[in-house]
């Protein structure tokens, strides 16, 4: 005779099993969609040559070739062409991909989390603590970001952590209300009441019952936000206020022979196709995993 509690038992085994096929079918569905197939191969392309970039890399990335600075456009000896100290580009744009690929996605994590938190406890509480979360969003929303980038950096120093911080903070508010308005509707569901019968906190229905359930949007926005901040790594270096020189930097490199395109586009052309490459990749993967979304 099976008892409750082991009937119990069996679902808590299955319940593991039922999540890891579910991951399967999710994973199998992503490579159906052409979007995604495509998206994610331009990323995980990019990460492959950014982690081979000490092995494929034909140069040192800071290296001159001052020989190579009468014939600076694409050659045998450099595929890509140099840039206007004789470094060469493909070097550089190889080992440019490290930072970003580091930078970009641990910044839109730390958003995620903060804003994640924010949110959860502006939609679940309510009241005066979601309308002071909810103002002082607003507030951080309000100024200019590319200002506030400008004055943050110039007062700490540009490095990877303070580029990573000052991302994390302009981006977790507008993660914040995405996350406080699907909170609102979710702290009405049948499951968060049968917690809220059982006795369980508040912090685990918020990360247990709520945050779960709204982690497909979530995800979404995070694969674009990530694309959008590549696009500000660049603009941060292309401003001066990026990677410090010499470290290669791709917004750098464009901003460093932004005086030479007219002679020599191509200084300026293949840091900027890099970043759109995957900028384009990033979005292609978050279009792909709202397909699937729709799906289920």
Known sequence: MTTPATTEALSSLAAPRASRA?????????????????????????AALAILAPLIAPYPPNASDLAALAHATPSTTH?????????????RILW???????????????????????????????RWIGLVITRACDIVL??????????????????????????????????????RGMTLDLREREYVTAAKMRGESALYIMLVEILPNARGPLIVDMCL???????????????GIGLPPPDPDWGGMVKDTYGMMMVWPHMALFPCAAISSLVVGFNLLAVGLRELGGRD
């Open 22 to 46: 579910a991951g399967w079918r999710r994973m199998a569905a992503l490579g159906e969609s052409v979007p995604a197939t495509v998206g994610l191969a331009i990323v995980l392309a990019w």
């Open 79 to 91: 595929w890509l062409g140099t840039d206007h100290l004789g470094r060469d580009l493909l070097s």
């Open 96 to 126: 440019g991909a490290r930072p970003v690929l580091v930078i970009a996605p641990l910044a839109v994590l730390g958003a995620a989390a903060l804003g994640s938190l924010l949110g959860l406890a502006a939609g679940y509480y309510g």
């Open 142 to 179: 309000s100024f200019p970001v590319i200002i506030l980038y400008m004055i943050i950096l110039a007062h700490f120093g540009s490095s990877a952590w303070n580029i990573i911080g000052v991302l994390t903070l302009t981006k977790a508010p507008i993660i914040a209300r995405i996350v």
């Open 225 to 239: 936000r990530t694309g959008y901040n590549v696009i500000i790594i660049g603009v941060l270096g292309f401003l």
